[in-house]
């Protein structure tokens, strides 16, 4: 420290800081609100049995001590365990005695029993010890909302009357600027506008806040934030996750879920489709992708891996993730047993399993001798992961479109008096005059027939010297004999001239780390003969060969079926179409033509290169595809895969939750799987979904147990809200964003977080919501709001994952196959979070910093640290350093010169980070920094100057670069803050 | 057992704002430290476990791990009868209705180990010559030649092997470790790895899931160090901007971090506080440590160091030395290269030879400086090799294989656990990996059955929920 008198100085000022976090830090992690009423059978007495009687005297029967089972109250009546309004019954004789050989639990269990637990158990039993059935397992039902007629929205009802009841006084509203602030993060992950702030801050009524609210609801970033969460629940990735971790085809699916956000689909809808939207009438290319779903665990290509026992491992990752997903259970504990908590037994269990049964796939994802598997002969280790189809994508067809009106505004913009275009329109007279009719010259073979024979050893053909240029070469075989490679080669005199694009019809693609190579000039391959009888392909040269010198050599290589060749003088068309068009406007054919990206600008070169890339618009899924055999369902003794002595089952759904049961014909399919989870009978589908929503937007659920409603989970602390809120939902069309809008909308969400006293006292974690929570920033929406605050946010939607910068060598630990990250260019450098490629066994380091899932396995909750490597993330990585230059940049772009003083830009800056102004003292520390920093590169330039050029991101040129560098410096600070990262 | 309601929301936000209250507090002591004389270099970050359940014999540990699974009848196993069976039909008694991987639908054919084996040291123990260097220790060692797992494929068998199971989001050793005892270093992460390719035929790939904290809090996690580039991940300050500016720039953040935590009353933010303080620390320690100029060439010879810093499992050791020098609790040192399908007279070799004296002279230095007897290491593999051969090579095998540890409350120069005569299956004293585990954390003081985190409802522990023993015949 650099001036400790400072920092003890600040430490006075954090002493009662210090009081109040301690008392809100050290306080006991049960519930302090105590009522001192009876003890409630769910509330306060199943957790203490749950936790330490039921698993020798519960549901698993195989582990069951002296036949009794105390989680059913008929057994434990039955055999003197509890005799209701006495301590005569023997739990209570076992759990209070003092013999260590009777003493319950057992002391080597190491559970004791505390005083007020056992205080709790015997105010119950004397009360007559009432059982209640489990509050996740009851049928929703619609509470009636307590003093309907004072204006209060339902959610603050309810909430009113149990903070009436505890005595918590409730947290005043949060100034405007928080508020806007919260929603705006809390909806979309990204910070509000500036003039959005201004608009609230000038207008803050409800009225206009739902109006916002509603905007906010029906964006795009909205969908993406959701995603986010939904991606978590269903282990959304773009690697397979074992062993090789190669890449697979899923984006389309996370494109899926986020139009499913966008156009706010019902639950019902959403579930089914992801589940069995290949089962249902009409099923659709949308709906089909939605089945990815299905494909989502991680399997294995590795050789030697035993086919039966992955299929294991992928049923109970298929069970587990649709117990967590759908019905926030932990069904996967009965695997290998009867669940020691719930009902949920091991026929449960696979009876869920068997659902999937149908599914066509395989253990191992290759052809090994040792593990043959003929249908996926030819699979390597760059192959992607079948069955997948292949399908429209809105953002492909979207970026073609936005390149191609991109090239056409700039084609307004060449002047007629460019030199170039002047020259593309003398030397393309045979494109003025050909095109449409004969835009291309056939090369003859020797015998003056179009068609030539090659050799064994390939072909050589000479393009003779023309006055036109050579924009690429279109060939024909007549009749392929299949499967070929052929391979097309260009040399000018010494020089090879490389293709930068080649399309071919057909072709059949060759796969690297599950993608498609664009493109066929490295290699044009076709397996099975042409339906047209003929292949065409065309090369594109790059335009630096674009040339009307010669003479030039073809060589052909691959196949010795007839061939025809042909020259294209230009390309005036779309670089991804096979047939050649005429261009109307003839400054876009200049510019498509490539004829114009000579010593011009990257542009144009890098929209063709995104054109296609784009791949015609489409692109492959992983998809469920069901077989007419089912594979054999059976038990699986304590989970082992090479047990095959146990009970074969059918698909089932669990069977104590029996209120819920739809009727199916049989055998049961995926589709009756989804009708079951979305039954209105079903009472653990809403409520979950619901309160999973609720922790969204206040940091916990009104059950803080989001992922387990079993007995080992919390009960709720408001469960009439709740219930309101899971049959509201229901009654709404399980319509996602009515409740959503429902939440943010209430009195509580608008709650300060800043705790009270009497907060601290009686309710320190917050369960009770009478006040708001602060929460850190999801890994994700942490990057998009540094993003966003900067400016260079890309906001596009959808499409392939994209790649920002990374350490180099991060990958190095990763074969099968070994792989290099090639960083995204351009806008796709600046792509919000969740468009990372997903690498399961290596996430990106700055993700992971924060937090984000590997999504190995189902996170229905993420966890939530505040380590040392976080502050290494944002100081250092370079997508903040960029975005702290981005901010600079944007501060003198946008700062009034009247007003230009360093006091003004401190103020401007912290205004833009957080929505409000610097307060004297935050200016002064700012000051400081910038004060240090311009005194540093006075010195030395040369680290401000090498600050400055980190990324791809440019400088402004029309500031002094020691200036801006400093300025970089005071919005590194900024993106830093702890406030900036947290939404109050 | 620790009553750490982890998967309530509740009970996870006031065990976070307790550690945070910890963390939070030393950082604000270290604050008034500042102002006084230099602070001592290591003050512990407490950790989840207020009193050790029994006397702690070891502060640290460290984990070679020779990836893709060494033949132990190669190297710690000798089979005299499986040399002899060479080339014949292996009897089916052993194999009927076991697991296989790649010798999956072929003939079994017994394969004789190519190595020599000759006795070392007073305690005699067979080590054969792919290990020269390690056998001078050999009275060092105790030797587990009864090891068993449960997965017969790399991935599933490391993430075994490190964290006792194979469901994914599950917390390594490593992790436990450093939940349970905390930290003995206040500017390096307490769990380190470092991973080595190696040079021969047989690299495995290694996912970062191995060290993951899994529903621990991720500052748990091991810290992976790089050979290329920044040894920690964004360690370095952009731009080399100077570094008495970042510290500044650090310093003003948390100057407004504490300004905005009075007015917020955010636990978070005092917690932030000492995360910026201990991240610029690692910024200055991480250099000094990665910077190895100090180390004497003879020492890097000793280890087979041919460029310090190389990323080498060599280099890797020497590097781990060091950390354990500075506090770190937990060091894992893999080396990828020993998956010997085939060729594996000539890989393994090549395997052994990149690693044999570097193991050997980690084993010289931690004792040359008294640190031996404190520091647990532990060498092997996730499984073992089968008898029978795969062509030129072994195919994988759980039933049997070896490690060895050494070190503080080991009795050195042991043999425990022995397999068949023909090395196929562990017969005597059979160890688990869930065993090793528990054997690990009583070194450390802890009983492994009451140190458990719940999660999803369940007391999860390392040892898993089959009874696992700590293995006495190992322990001094």
């Known amino acids: 420290m650099r001036n400790s008198g400072l920092s003890i100085r600040l430490l006075a000022a954090c002493l009662p800081l210090l009081t109040t976090i301690t008392a809100l830090a050290v306080a006991p992690p049960k519930k302090t609100v105590q009522s001192p009423v009876t003890p409630q059978y769910n509330r306060d007495v199943r957790p203490i049995l749950s936790d330490t009687c039921f698993p020798c005297h519960g549901p698993d029967s195989a582990k069951r001590k002296a036949g009794l089972r105390l989680d059913i109250r008929e057994s434990a009546l039955a055999q003197k365990a509890i005799v209701p309004g006495t301590l005569s019954g023997t739990v209570w004789n076992r759990i209070t005695n003092t013999s260590p050989d009777l003493l319950m639990p057992p002391p080597a269990a190491h559970k004791p029993l505390t005083p007020a637990q056992k205080a709790t158990i015997k105010a119950w039993l004397l009360a007559g010890a009432k059982y209640e059935p489990h509050w996740a397992y009851t049928p929703v039902s619609k509470p009636t909302v307590p003093g309907a007629s004072t204006g209060l929205s339902p959610i603050d009802a309810f909430l009113n009357q149990r903070h009436k009841q505890l005595g918590l006084t409730q947290a005043p509203q949060a100034d405007p600027v928080t508020l806007i602030r919260r929603v705006t993060l809390d909806l979309t992950g990204l910070p509000p506008s500036p003039d959005d702030i201004k608009a609230y801050q000038a207008n803050p009524t409800s009225k206009a806040y739902n109006a916002y609210v509603d905007r906010l609801l029906a964006s795009d970033a909205h969908a993406e934030r959701m995603s986010v969460w939904w991606l978590d629940q269903v282990r959304y990735a773009d690697t397979v996750g074992f062993h090789g971790d190669q890449n697979h085809n899923a984006w389309p699916y996370r494109d899926w879920v986020l139009n499913a956000f966008k156009s706010n689909i019902p639950y019902t809808t959403f579930v089914r489709d992801q589940l069995a939207g290949d089962l249902i009438p009409g099923a659709s290319d949308a709906s089909r992708t939605a089945t990815c779903?299905?494909?989502?665990?991680?399997?294995?290509?590795?050789?030697?891996?035993?086919?039966?026992?992955?299929?294991?491992?992928?049923?109970?990752?298929?069970?587990?993730?649709?117990?967590?997903?759908?019905?926030?259970?932990t069904i996967a504990c009965a695997e290998c047993h009867d669940h020691k908590y719930d009902p949920f037994t091991a026929r449960d269990f696979y009876s869920m399993a068997a659902y999937f049964a149908d599914m066509r796939q395989w253990g191992v994802y290759a052809d090994y001798s040792y593990t043959p598997e003929p249908e996926l002969r030819g699979i390597n280790n760059d192959s992607p992961f079948p069955p997948e189809i292949v399908v429209t994508s809105k953002a492909l067809t979207g970026?073609?479109?936005?390149?191609?009106?991109?090239?056409?505004?700039?084609?307004?913009?060449?002047?007629?008096?460019?030199?170039?275009?002047?020259?593309?329109?003398?030397?393309?007279?045979?494109?003025?005059?050909?095109?449409?009719?004969?835009?291309?010259?056939?090369?003859?073979?020797?015998?003056?027939?179009?068609?030539?024979?090659?050799?064994?050893?390939?072909?050589?053909?000479?393009?003779?010297?023309?006055?036109?240029?050579?924009?690429?070469?279109?060939?024909t075989i007549k009749q392929p004999q299949t499967p070929i490679t052929v391979n097309v080669t260009l040399k000018q005199g010494n020089n090879n001239l490389p293709f930068w694009h080649g399309i071919g019809a057909p072709h059949t693609p060759i796969t690297q780390n599950g993608f498609e190579r664009i493109g066929i000039q490295s290699g044009w391959r076709i397996q099975s003969k042409p339906s047209q009888g003929e292949a065409k392909a065309i090369y594109w040269l790059p335009r630096t060969a674009f040339t009307s010198a010669g003479p030039i050599k073809i060589t052909l290589t691959g196949t010795t079926s007839d061939v025809r060749i042909k020259t294209i003088p230009v390309h005036a068309v779309h670089p991804d179409t096979l047939e050649p068009q005429r261009e109307q406007n003839a400054k876009v054919a200049f510019l498509l033509s490539g004829a114009g990206l000579e010593g011009v600008t990257a542009d144009i070169s890098d929209r063709l290169r995104s054109i296609v890339q784009s791949r015609g618009g489409r692109t492959p899924v992983m998809v469920t595809e069901a077989t007419n055999k089912p594979r054999q369902a059976r038990i699986l003794a304590r989970g082992n895969w090479m047990d095959t002595t146990g009970a074969l089952v059918s698909p089932a759904t669990p069977t104590f939750l029996t209120n819920a049961k739809v009727n199916v014909a049989q055998p049961a399919s995926r589709l009756d799987l989804a009708n079951w989870i979305t039954s209105r009978n079903n009472p653990l589908t809403a409520r979950v979904l619901v309160n999973r929503f609720w922790r969204l937007f206040f940091g916990t659920g009104i059950s803080a147990s989001v992922e387990d409603f079993g007995a080992q989970g919390e009960a709720p602390t408001n469960p009439a809200l709740l219930d309101w809120l899971a049959s509201t939902f229901m009654d709404r069309g399980w319509n996602m964003r009515s409740i959503i809008r429902e939440i943010v909308t209430s009195d509580a969400y608008k709650r300060s977080s800043k705790p009270l006293p009497v907060h601290v006292e009686k309710d320190p974690q917050n369960r009770y919501f009478a006040r708001q929570s602060p929460r850190r920033l999801d890994a994700e929406f942490i990057r998009d709001n540094a993003l966003a605050i900067a400016g260079i946010l890309d906001t596009h939607v959808g499409?392939?994952?994209?790649?920002?910068?990374?350490?180099?060598?991060?990958?190095?630990?990763?074969?099968?196959?070994?792989?290099?990250?090639?960083?995204?260019?351009?806008?796709?450098?600046?792509?919000?979070?969740?468009?990372?490629?997903?690498?399961?066994?290596?996430?990106?380091?700055?993700?992971?910093?924060?937090?984000?899932?590997?999504?190995?396995?189902?996170?229905?909750?993420r966890t939530e640290a505040n380590t040392p490597q976080q502050a290494l993330t944002l100081?250092?990585?370079?997508?903040?350093?960029?975005?702290?230059?981005?901010?600079?940049?944007?501060?003198?772009?946008?700062?009034?010169?009247?007003?230009?003083?360093?006091?003004?830009?401190?103020?401007?800056?912290?205004?833009?980070?957080?929505?409000?102004?610097?307060?004297?003292?935050?200016?002064?520390?700012?000051?400081?920094?910038?004060?240090?920093?311009?005194?540093?590169?006075?010195?030395?330039?040369?680290p401000g100057r090498e600050l400055l050029r980190m990324g791809s991101l440019p400088s402004r040129i029309d500031v002094d670069p020691i200036d801006l560098a400093a300025y970089t410096n005071v919005c590194r600070v900024l993106l830093n803050l702890h406030e900036t990262i947290t939404r109050y | 057992m620790m009553d750490?309601?982890?998967?309530?929301?509740?009970?996870?936000?006031?065990?976070?704002?307790?550690?945070?209250?910890?963390?939070?507090?030393?950082?604000?002591?270290?604050?008034?430290?500042?102002?006084?004389?230099?602070v001592p270099n290591r003050i512990s970050v407490p950790g989840a476990l207020p009193v050790l359940h029994k006397p702690q014999r070891i502060k640290r540990i460290i984990h070679l791990c020779m990836a893709g699974g060494p033949s132990q009848l190669e190297t710690f196993d000798w089979k005299p009868e499986l040399k002899k069976l060479h080339g014949q039909p292996f009897p089916s008694s052993y194999t009927n209705g076991q697991q296989l991987a790649q010798l999956q639908n072929t003939p079994l054919l017994a394969r004789g180990p190519f190595t020599e084996f000759t006795r070392h040291g007073k305690s005699g123990i067979e080590i054969s010559s792919l290990l020269p260097n390690i056998a001078r220790h050999a009275d060092k060692l105790a030797v587990i030649r009864s090891m068993v797992t449960e997965q017969i494929n790399h991935d599933p068998a490391h993430a075994f092997f490190n964290s006792g199971s194979i469901l994914k989001g599950r917390p390594s050793m490593g992790s436990w470790l450093l939940y349970g005892l905390g930290s003995e270093s206040r500017d390096l992460p307490g769990f380190v790895v470092l991973a080595s390719q190696g040079s021969s035929d047989g690299v495995q790939p290694v996912s970062a899931r191995q060290w993951s904290a899994g529903f621990l809090p991720s500052r748990y996690q091991g810290v992976p160090f790089q050979a290329k580039g920044d040894a920690v991940h964004y360690v370095a300050s952009p731009g080399g901007n100077p570094r008495n500016l970042e510290e500044k720039l650090v310093q003003s953040i948390n100057a407004i971090n504490r300004e905005r935590a009075v007015q917020t009353l955010d636990p978070e933010a005092a917690t932030r506080i000492a995360q910026y303080e201990m991240a610029f620390r690692m910024q200055l320690s991480v250099p000094e440590l990665t910077d190895m100029k100090d180390e004497k060439p003879e020492t890097l010879q000793r280890y087979g160091v041919k460029r310090a810093g190389d990323g080498t499992f060599a280099s890797n050791c020497l590097l781990a030395r060091r950390l354990l020098e500075r506090g770190v609790r937990c060091v894992q040192v893999y080396h990828r290269a020993w998956d010997h399908h085939r060729n594996m007279e000539v890989a393994m070799p090549i395997a052994a030879r990149e690693t044999d004296a570097a193991c050997a002279a980690l084993l010289d230095d931690l004792e040359q400086r008294g640190m031996l007897d404190s520091t647990l290491v532990v060498w092997g593999g996730e499984f073992g090799r089968t008898p029978m051969g795969q062509g030129t090579g072994r195919d994988h095998h759980i039933n049997a294989f070896s490690i060895w540890m050494a070190g503080g409350g080991i009795k050195g120069g042991t043999v425990y656990g022995s397999t068949d005569e023909l090395g196929y299956r562990s017969v005597e004293d059979v160890v688990t990996v869930h065993d090793l585990h528990a054997t690990v954390l009583h070194l450390f003081g802890i009983d492994h059955e009451r140190f458990s985190v719940k999660f999803q409802g369940l007391d999860a522990r390392l040892t898993g929920v089959e009874p696992a023993k700590v293995v006495r015949g190992v322990l001094a």
């Open chain 1, 293 to 329: 779903f299905n494909r989502l665990n991680m399997v294995t290509r590795e050789g030697g891996a035993q086919p039966g026992e992955y299929l294991a491992k992928y049923a109970a990752d298929r069970v587990r993730t649709v117990g967590s997903a759908f019905l926030g259970s």
């Open chain 1, 875 to 942: 100081l250092n990585d370079p997508v903040y350093v960029e975005a702290a230059r981005g901010l600079a940049n944007l501060m003198y772009a946008s700062i009034k010169p009247s007003i230009d003083n360093d006091d003004a830009r401190l103020n401007w800056l912290m205004q833009r980070v957080r929505g409000t102004a610097a307060s004297s003292t935050e200016r002064m520390h700012l000051k400081t920094i910038l004060t240090e920093s311009r005194k540093a590169y006075t010195t030395n330039e040369l």
């Open chain 1, 799 to 861: 499409g392939p994952p994209v790649k920002p910068f990374q350490p180099a060598g991060y990958y190095a630990n990763l074969q099968f196959p070994d792989r290099d990250y090639i960083v995204s260019t351009r806008g796709d450098q600046y792509r919000r979070g969740l468009y990372t490629h997903w690498q399961r066994t290596f996430l990106h380091p700055g993700l992971a910093a924060f937090d984000a899932p590997s999504r190995e396995e189902a996170c229905p909750v």
């Open chain 1, 399 to 475: 970026r073609i479109d936005e390149e191609l009106s991109a090239i056409k505004n700039i084609a307004t913009t060449v002047p007629d008096s460019d030199p170039r275009y002047m020259a593309f329109l003398a030397k393309s007279g045979q494109y003025r005059d050909l095109n449409g009719d004969k835009p291309q010259l056939t090369l003859n073979a020797p015998d003056g027939s179009d068609w030539h024979t090659p050799a064994k050893t390939g072909l050589v053909v000479d393009v003779p010297r023309s006055a036109v240029m050579l924009a690429g070469i279109e060939v």
């Open chain 2, 4 to 38: 750490l309601n982890i998967h309530a929301t509740t009970a996870r936000r006031a065990f976070l704002q307790r550690s945070a209250f910890s963390i939070g507090s030393i950082a604000l002591g270290q604050l008034l430290a500042d102002a006084a004389p230099p």
